[in-house]
Structures are given as C-alpha cells and as structure tokens.
C-alpha cells in the first residue's frame, strides 16, 4: 500500500468515526434519525456513551495517520490498526447479532458492514504486510 493510499484511509476512516462520535455525545437521538434508525428518547444518556467510544476509535485512526510514513512508527501503526480492528470486529459480531434476532433494526447494518468492510482491509493489510513500505 503506498503511503497515500494509507493516509486516505487513515483519515477516512479517523474523521467519520470522529466526527460520528462527537455529534452522537451532542445530539445522538437526530444522528440515528439521519440515519433513518428510529430510537426512544430515553436512551439518549446511552448513546452519548457509546459516541465517546466512537470518538475514541476515530482519533486512534487519526494518530495513526500522523504515524504515517514518520521514522520508527511501522509498529505503532500496525498496533492501531490491530486494536481498531479488534473493536470494530466486535461492533459488527454485535450489530449482526442483534439485527437478526430482530433486537435492532435492519438500518443497523450499514455500521456493521462498514465495520466489517474495515476489519477486512486491516486484518488483511497486517497479513500481507502492507504497513512494512509506508510506514518505517
């Protein structure tokens, strides 16, 4: 993978979770309905809280973006990327989980195939050693 391509991902995928956690802390209810996902006002506290783990998740992509192609930073990255990607896995377990014990509604899976597709591209980056190139 050639460093661009890295750094796009990296901020790909460090500003959406970012800036999904952030606007899920402040307005969580209106975020899901953009989504067309239909929630009880009272969850609100809960949601917010999962948003803080979101906004974790994409400013962990986002530092691996500033490791990007920096002198002795290959390990650190790969370390966020097998993290994220353990997290994210375990998103997208529980999301299809639930959709298809009919718990959360089918709107829920774009998070879990997005999560999904990102574990992908990680798990087999790290196999094939993508990061060895781009970043020393």
Known sequence: MNRSLLLGYQLLAGVS??????LLI??????????GLQVPADSAPFLSFIGAFVLAVGLSYLYGGLLVG??????????VWLL?????SSVAVFVFAEVFAAALQPGWLI???????????QAFGLRKGWLLNVAR
């Open 17 to 22: 979770d970012t800036s999904t956690g952030a």
């Open 26 to 35: 402040v307005a969580p209810i209106q975020v899901l309905g953009l989504m």
């Open 70 to 79: 920096r002198a002795s930073s290959r390990s650190r990255l790969e370390t």
């Open 84 to 88: 994220t990607a353990i997290i994210r």
């Open 111 to 121: 998070i879990a195939v997005f999560d999904g597709a990102c574990v992908f591209v």
